[in-house]
């Protein structure tokens, strides 16, 4: 296997609904990402694209293929990724995959949603497809239903009272919102407060509006290519070090691990190994926080914090930037937002930025290594990658 | 080769209050249908009935429905550890979505009965699921 850059990387504003389809706005992040790689469109040889749902938000199938004419390179092969809200992770570990292997130089790894477009009713019921849909679909488990639950047992496992667990969880989308109120991309660029967050309608007990992520309308991409081809397109190179991807059942197939994800204990480990490094040596993470609780379930099952302990760390404010570890500086999907098929790419973005030291005011100064955590489903789909300055 | 058990089977079964599960040859037993045991790699699963009793693994109130479910809302669903060892999700009938705590985490339950999801123009058709009441 040889060593891959990501090269340029692009990403369109997320929002809510946009008038731009899935196709214009993956267009759109990939000619950006192609335009900040010195290259052409003509140079990429394949695409890989995260997209989960745009047959729903749109009736459009092959989002992939269109893009590709878009750009002016019908005729190469593109292919769509459907792994949740891990389609994009699972196009981008695919895409490096098939430059380290030698049969590609440069390809384009990209994703793109336009969720906001349903409406939340479409868009709850779709997200549920993620779900098992013959044995726990049929009870009305929804998402937020899904982190619900682990919430419940988090607590009941770890003995932190309810009142106290609730209160450190919005101290996660109190720092999401936070950054998000400092990355121009970002879907709510509005601090919050903890009594926003206790004033939100229930969702699903014992999660509020504010501990979850919005439905998002937006798009990422990235150019991977080889090192020999990077060095004459790049002065400020950024590797692929470590990738790990895992699978899992449903949630009652996952019982003996609950409230941990074993797929992303499997993935993470598979991603640090390969990268000969530990989680102190991480810098800087962009993880699947996609309600609160997924935060502090990533941040142990990662190995940053013991099991118990994340919510602790949170409140103490270990995981912002000049913390024990910097997480999600762009605001993640809480505050950045969460267009499924395109978050992991984005989470390459944002990393790729850190890593070049292209952030502003929510820069981690120094980073070396930086990691990316996509979740798809309730533990279906992970994927780690470890990017490394250089 | 063909599943022991089917969605299709476990599903009629359930609508007549059969909760159906496998139990392999190593003594692991599943409540979703599947081809090979997930504790040894065997084939060599049974069907059998699984008694619905057990206890309460974990639970929430769903208030935000998905499109189709309004008329439910709203609802508790339950995470059941069962007696024989399966994990199974249904709904709690007999507890009010507003007023849940985790206190009813490690609750006995069983089985009280099913409830069919008449299904939409995603789900190919009726689907049952168990509904669980507290133990008194």
Same mark, same amino acid.
Not at chain 1, 9 to 35: C, H, P, R, W, Y
Not at chain 1, 195 to 210: C, H, K, R, S, T
Not at chain 1, 362 to 375: F, P, S, W
């Given at each position: 296997?040889?060593?891959? /850059?990501?090269?340029?990387?692009?990403?369109?504003?997320?929002?809510?609904?946009?008038?731009?389809?899935?196709?214009?706005?993956?267009?759109?992040?990939?000619?950006?990402?192609?335009?900040?790689?010195?290259?052409?469109?003509?140079?990429?040889?394949?695409? &890989?694209?995260?997209?989960?749902?745009?047959? &729903?938000?749109?009736?459009?199938?092959?989002?992939?293929?269109?893009?590709?004419?878009?750009?002016?390179?019908?005729?190469?092969?593109?292919?769509?990724?459907?792994? !949740?809200?891990?389609?994009?992770?699972?196009?981008?570990?695919?895409?490096?995959?098939?430059?380290?292997? %030698?049969?590609?130089?440069?390809?384009?790894?990209?994703?793109?949603?336009?969720?906001?477009?349903? #409406?939340?009713?479409?868009?709850?019921?779709?997200?549920?497809?993620?779900?098992?849909?013959?044995?726990?679909?049929?009870? =009305?488990?929804?998402?937020?239903?899904?982190?619900?639950?682990?919430?419940?047992?988090?607590?009941?496992?770890?003995?932190?009272?309810?009142?106290?667990?609730?209160?450190?969880?919005?101290?996660?989308?109190?720092?999401?919102?936070?950054?998000?109120?400092?990355?121009?991309?970002?879907?709510?660029?509005?601090?919050?407060?903890?009594?926003?967050? &206790?004033? =939100?309608?229930?969702?699903?007990?014992?999660?509020?509006?504010?501990?979850?992520?919005?439905?998002?309308?937006?798009?990422?991409?990235?150019?991977?290519?080889?090192?020999?081809?990077?060095?004459?397109?790049?002065?400020?190179?950024?590797?692929?070090?470590?990738?790990?991807?895992?699978?899992?059942?449903?949630?009652?197939?996952?019982?003996?691990?609950?409230?941990?994800?074993?797929?992303?204990?499997?993935?993470?480990?598979? !991603?640090?190994?390969?990268?000969? /490094?530990?989680?102190?040596?991480?810098?800087?993470?962009?993880?699947?926080?996609?309600?609160?609780?997924?935060?502090?379930?990533?941040?142990?099952?990662?190995?940053?914090?013991?099991? %118990?302990?994340?919510?602790?760390?949170?409140?103490?404010?270990?995981?912002?930037?000049?913390?024990?570890?910097?997480?999600?500086?762009?605001?993640?999907?809480?505050?950045?937002?969460?267009?499924?098929?395109?978050?992991?790419?984005?989470?390459?973005?944002?990393?790729?930025?850190?890593?070049?030291?292209?952030? #502003?005011?929510?820069?981690?100064?120094?980073?070396?290594?930086?990691?990316?955590?996509?979740?798809?489903?309730?533990?279906?789909?992970?994927?780690?990658?470890?990017?490394?300055? %250089? | 080769?063909?599943?022991?058990?089917?969605?299709?089977?476990?599903?009629?079964? @359930?609508?007549?209050?059969?909760? @159906?599960?496998?139990?392999?040859?190593?003594?692991?037993?599943?409540?979703?249908?599947?081809?090979?045991?997930?504790?040894?790699?065997?084939?060599?699963?049974?069907?059998?009935?699984?008694?619905?009793?057990?206890?309460?693994?974990?639970?929430?109130?769903?208030?935000?429905?998905?499109?189709?479910?309004?008329?439910?809302?709203?609802?508790?669903?339950? @995470?059941?550890?069962?007696?024989?060892?399966?994990?199974?999700?249904? *709904?709690?009938?007999?507890?009010?979505? *507003?007023?849940?705590?985790?206190?009813?985490?490690?609750?006995?339950?069983?089985?009280?009965?099913?409830?069919?999801?008449?299904?939409?123009?995603?789900?190919?058709?009726?689907?049952?699921?168990?509904?669980?009441?507290?133990?008194?």
């Amino acid at each position: 296997m040889r060593k891959v /850059v990501a090269l340029g990387v692009g990403m369109t504003k997320f929002s809510g609904k946009q008038d731009k389809t899935a196709v214009e706005l993956l267009t759109e992040a990939a000619m950006d990402a192609i335009n900040e790689s010195n290259i052409k469109p003509k140079d990429i040889q394949a695409m &890989f694209i995260g997209n989960a749902l745009s047959d &729903f938000c749109e009736g459009q199938g092959q989002p992939h293929a269109f893009a590709a004419d878009a750009l002016g390179i019908a005729g190469i092969p593109a292919n769509r990724y459907e792994g !949740a809200c891990a389609s994009g992770s699972a196009a981008a570990r695919d895409a490096y995959l098939w430059v380290a292997s %030698g049969y590609y130089d440069i390809v384009l790894a990209g994703g793109t949603e336009t969720a906001a477009k349903m #409406g939340t009713p479409l868009a709850t019921r779709t997200f549920a497809m993620f779900s098992d849909s013959r044995y726990e679909y049929a009870s =009305g488990l929804t998402f937020p239903g899904v982190f619900g639950m682990l919430t419940n047992l988090y607590s009941t496992r770890y003995g932190i009272p309810m009142e106290k667990l609730k209160r450190q969880l919005a101290q996660v989308s109190v720092n999401s919102h936070y950054y998000g109120a400092r990355n121009p991309k970002a879907q709510f660029q509005k601090e919050i407060s903890i009594e926003d967050v &206790f004033n =939100g309608i229930m969702v699903a007990y014992p999660l509020q509006l504010l501990d979850c992520c919005p439905f998002t309308d937006g798009a990422a991409a990235v150019v991977f290519a080889s090192e020999e081809k990077a060095k004459k397109l790049t002065n400020k190179p950024v590797s692929v070090v470590g990738i790990g991807q895992s699978s899992a059942g449903n949630l009652a197939s996952q019982k003996e691990y609950l409230p941990r994800l074993r797929a992303r204990e499997i993935a993470s480990k598979q !991603a640090y190994d390969m990268a000969g /490094v530990k989680p102190q040596d991480i810098d800087v993470i962009e993880l699947h926080d996609c309600f609160s609780t997924a935060t502090l379930i990533a941040l142990e099952s990662l190995g940053f914090f013991e099991f %118990g302990k994340a919510a602790e760390a949170v409140e103490k404010g270990k995981t912002k930037i000049g913390g024990k570890i910097a997480v999600n500086p762009s605001g993640g999907l809480k505050a950045k937002g969460h267009p499924i098929g395109a978050t992991g790419v984005a989470q390459v973005y944002e990393i790729a930025r850190q890593l070049r030291g292209e952030c #502003g005011e929510r820069q981690v100064e120094g980073a070396k290594y930086g990691m990316t955590d996509t979740l798809g489903g309730d533990g279906g789909t992970i994927v780690n990658l470890i990017l490394k300055k %250089g | 080769m063909e599943f022991k058990l089917t969605f299709k089977e476990y599903n009629e079964a @359930l609508k007549q209050n059969k909760l @159906l599960g496998l139990k392999c040859s190593c003594g692991r037993v599943s409540s979703s249908p599947r081809m090979v045991c997930p504790a040894c790699g065997s084939t060599d699963l049974q069907v059998v009935e699984l008694k619905g009793k057990g206890k309460i693994m974990t639970f929430t109130s769903i208030f935000v429905v998905p499109e189709g479910r309004e008329p439910e809302c709203p609802y508790v669903i339950a @995470l059941v550890d069962l007696d024989e060892g399966a994990a199974i999700m249904g *709904n709690l009938s007999s507890v009010d979505p *507003n007023k849940v705590s985790t206190d009813l985490i490690g609750k006995k339950v069983k089985m009280s009965g099913n409830a069919v999801f008449a299904g939409d123009k995603y789900s190919a058709g009726e689907i049952a699921r168990p509904l669980f009441s507290l133990e008194s």
